[in-house]
């Protein structure tokens, strides 16, 4: 199922893609990526900083102005909780820069897509650091049962177990420990850490908390609900349309290298695309993390044919996931 030559051409691919020195070889002997030539791949591997510059401005301004909504909403309860709902979709999609800076393809210069991957791993309760090396893993080793970390945490096998995933709640009740046991430099079980990373992601998780005493001792100081208001509680309530989102990526794919199969691609409404940073077209993003998330639409219009999991919208997509729930599915 998992080959150790396609491992190996993998682990390549992901230091190359690092470095935006793509090898012809280490791509194409990987399972479904010939379905791109070299030069194709060049062309939409082309980073830019005026793309990531551009979306992460209309990001935080779509942010401001939901937050204004909020604020103009505040004395009317029927209207204030979903005004908070609308404006913490715009913060746990905070998600989404995060991830296109882990890829360095948001930007192209190094130090922007570290200093915004952090702020906004930050604002949607990651941690960049972590996340970078948990996702890299993640990348080399997609569906491997053995060795991806994303299925270390059981995926839903019941429509119980999929609407407790959906709440957010296990989400809530796993980062803080993650973040603590981060900054206490607890990694050892974690074989996608190096030794030599833990250093850094300790103190990337010291500065996160540090971030998250100050807002609430600030908040508690000067008897201010803005921190509650504007950014944990809408956080919370929106928690579940990001779980919604990104629960049908790989559930229900085949569980092998293949890119073709392992991946799911949701067909979503320019809102979520644009909230999410275009990672709706998460098969061709899997196939070629190269390729930046202002470029994925055309990588989609070339290889949309080839997928094995499209589907056209996130309600399908969810819908498809329950079928396979319960206890006469099958969990292979």
Same mark, same amino acid.
């Given at each position: ?5 396609t ?34 791949l060049?062309g ?9 510059? /551009?979306?992460?401005g ?5 942010m401001?102005?939901?937050?204004t ?9 029927a ?5 908070m ?39 949607s ?10 996702h ?6 997609t ?7 994303e ?16 709440s ?15 900054a ?6 974690h074989?996608?850490?190096p ?5 850094e992601?300790?103190?990337s =998780? ?7 005493v ?11 609900p ?19 989102l /990104? ?9 092998? =290298?293949n890119?073709?199969?392992? @991946? ?19 098969a ?12 994925l ?10 997928? @094995? ?24």
């Amino acid at each position: 199922m998992w080959p150790t030559s396609t491992i190996q051409c993998s682990t390549q691919f992901m230091a190359h893609q690092a470095t935006a020195d793509l090898a012809d070889d280490d791509i194409l002997q990987l399972p479904g990526r010939q379905s791109l030539d070299m030069a194709q791949l060049r062309g939409l591997s082309r980073r830019a900083d005026a793309g990531g510059a /551009l979306r992460i401005g209309l990001h935080l301004l779509t942010m401001a102005a939901t937050g204004t909504l909020v604020f103009l909403a505040r004395d009317r309860w029927a209207v204030f909780v979903p005004a908070m709902l609308l404006h913490g979709a715009t913060i746990v999609t905070m998600f989404a820069p995060m991830h296109e800076c882990v890829h360095k393809t948001a930007f192209k210069t190094p130090w922007l897509n570290n200093l915004v991957g952090w702020l906004a791993g930050a604002l949607s309760f990651y941690n960049f650091n972590y996340y970078r090396r948990y996702h890299t893993w993640h990348h080399r080793y997609t569906q491997d049962p053995e060795r991806d970390p994303e299925l270390s945490d059981p995926k839903p096998h019941t429509l119980t177990d999929y609407v407790v995933h959906l709440s957010g709640i296990p989400f809530w009740l796993a980062k803080p420990r993650e973040l603590m046991a981060l900054a206490l430099g607890r990694m050892s079980q974690h074989e996608y850490i190096p030794a030599h990373a833990r250093r850094e992601i300790a103190w990337s =998780a010291r500065a996160q908390l540090a971030l998250y005493v100050a807002v609430a001792a600030a908040s508690v100081a000067t008897r201010s609900p803005l921190a509650l208001w504007y950014w944990f509680l809408p956080a919370v309530l929106a928690q579940p349309l990001l779980r919604a989102l /990104l629960i049908v990526e790989h559930t229900g794919c085949s569980q092998d =290298a293949n890119g073709l199969t392992n @991946t799911r691609t949701t067909l979503a409404s320019w809102p979520i695309r644009f909230l999410m940073w275009n990672m709706p077209f998460h098969a061709e993003h899997h196939l070629y993390p190269s390729i930046p998330f202002f470029r994925l639409p055309a990588a989609h219009a070339s290889l949309r044919q080839r997928f @094995t999991h499209v589907a056209p919208s996130y309600p399908a997509a969810n819908f498809e996931v329950i079928r396979t729930l319960g206890p006469a599915a099958d969990h292979d």
